[in-house]
């Protein structure tokens, strides 16, 4: 009887400890990690990665980046991504339809000075942005602390990623040209265009704007001012026209020899108006004389060139178009 109250006693005085611990539930698993490995980072870009696998482990996770290491050297290089750089960052939501000056954009937007390259504390996703352009390319990896309410812990090189190099720009689609027919523009002929008739360079970090020329084999400009430069009217009876990048600008100006064209936001365009990233432009019958190769006539066929163009930096670019086996007529 006497063991059986000692038994007892130990029995009750564990379950009056026991009781006032407080056991988290929940698990923090051990093999939490990043499905991609490494993640690609482009400079210079906006950029989020996919979100890390959890593996079980019991939400809302906590996440904290510790240490970023160059993965070739061993180097402990932190220190560089603990930099702040000034960069326009986005208080409200951005409505391509309603914010069409730059007044309007920059309500919108306040300068800020933010990390280049963060982890996000929730998902674990790897977000960049545009100021990565400070950062040296390279294979990077990096230890996460993860908490959870069951436990913490901290994983050494979870996570790695490779900073590469990106353009400032791209060029989507291949350039195009087509001459349509005077009054029955199902009569078609296709010029052979390719990547060579296209040239972009960013003359300046600063501008916001795109700078268009169209020009004859010669390198001969076509004139905007004077009507030597048109919209192209959509196909069929529905009317209207085509995209251009007057569609995705703040401002368009006329030139003899160029159109300018202000943007207010990167990437320019920020999303597509359902022609992919293509202009479509037009030039009249009466200012093309066609290579006597092609067997047409003079003003009776305009001239139709499309281009696409995607900017990923603020800054100034240059398009010159050329638009093969053409002479310009003034």
């Known amino acids: 009887m006497k063991n059986k109250?000692?038994?007892?006693?130990?029995?009750?005085?564990?379950?009056?400890?026991?009781?006032?611990?407080?056991?988290?539930?929940?698990?923090?698993?051990?093999?939490?990690?990043?499905?991609v490995q490494p993640t690609e980072v482009p400079q210079g870009r906006a950029f989020v990665s996919s979100a890390i696998n959890p593996e079980g482990s019991t939400k809302p996770l906590q996440i904290k980046l510790l240490n970023i290491y160059n993965r070739e050297t061993g180097e402990n290089v932190t220190s560089l991504f603990q930099q702040k750089y000034q960069h326009k960052?986005?208080?409200?939501?951005?409505?391509?339809?309603?914010?069409?000056?730059?007044?309007?954009?920059?309500?919108?937007?306040?300068?800020?000075?933010?990390?280049?390259?963060?982890?996000?504390?929730?998902?674990?996703?790897?977000?960049?942005?545009?100021?990565?352009?400070?950062?040296?390319?390279?294979k990077y990896k990096f230890d996460l602390e993860i908490s959870n309410p069951a436990s913490s812990k901290v994983y050494k090189d979870i996570g790695e990623f490779d900073l590469i190099s990106a353009p400032f720009y791209e060029i989507p689609a291949v350039r195009s040209t087509v001459a349509m027919k005077i009054g029955a523009e199902t009569t078609t002929k296709l010029i052979p265009s390719n990547a060579n008739h296209i040239k972009v360079k960013r003359i300046s970090e600063s501008g916001d704007k795109v700078i268009v020329r169209i020009v004859d084999k010669n390198g001969n400009t076509f004139n905007p001012n004077k009507?030597?430069?048109?919209?192209?009217?959509?196909?069929?009876?529905?009317?209207?026209?085509?995209?251009?990048?007057?569609?995705?600008?703040?401002s368009t100006t006329l030139f003899d020899d160029r159109m300018e064209f202000q943007f207010g936001v990167v990437p320019f365009p920020l999303a597509s108006l359902g022609n992919g990233f293509n202009y479509y432009y037009r030039i009249p019958a009466?200012?093309?004389?066609?290579?006597?190769?092609?067997?047409?006539?003079?003003?009776?066929?305009?001239?139709?060139?499309?281009?696409?163009?995607?900017?990923?930096?603020?800054?100034?670019?240059?398009?010159?178009?050329?638009?093969?086996?053409?002479i310009r007529v003034p």
């Open 227 to 250: 009507g030597e430069i048109a919209r192209r009217p959509n196909s069929g009876t529905q009317g209207g026209f085509l995209q251009t990048m007057q569609d995705y600008s703040l």
């Open 89 to 138: 960052v986005w208080k409200a939501l951005y409505d391509s339809k309603k914010d069409t000056t730059l007044a309007l954009i920059d309500a919108k937007r306040v300068d800020s000075m933010i990390y280049p390259l963060v982890i996000n504390p929730v998902s674990g996703q790897i977000e960049a942005n545009y100021t990565t352009v400070n950062l040296p390319l390279g």
């Open 286 to 326: 009466k200012f093309v004389k066609y290579d006597d190769s092609l067997e047409l006539p003079y003003n009776t066929y305009s001239c139709n060139a499309r281009f696409s163009f995607r900017a990923f930096a603020p800054g100034t670019y240059e398009i010159e178009v050329i638009v093969p086996q053409v």
């Open 5 to 35: 109250n000692i038994i007892t006693g130990l029995v009750l005085t564990t379950l009056a400890f026991t009781g006032c611990k407080k056991i988290n539930d929940g698990n923090l698993s051990n093999i939490i990690r990043y499905e």
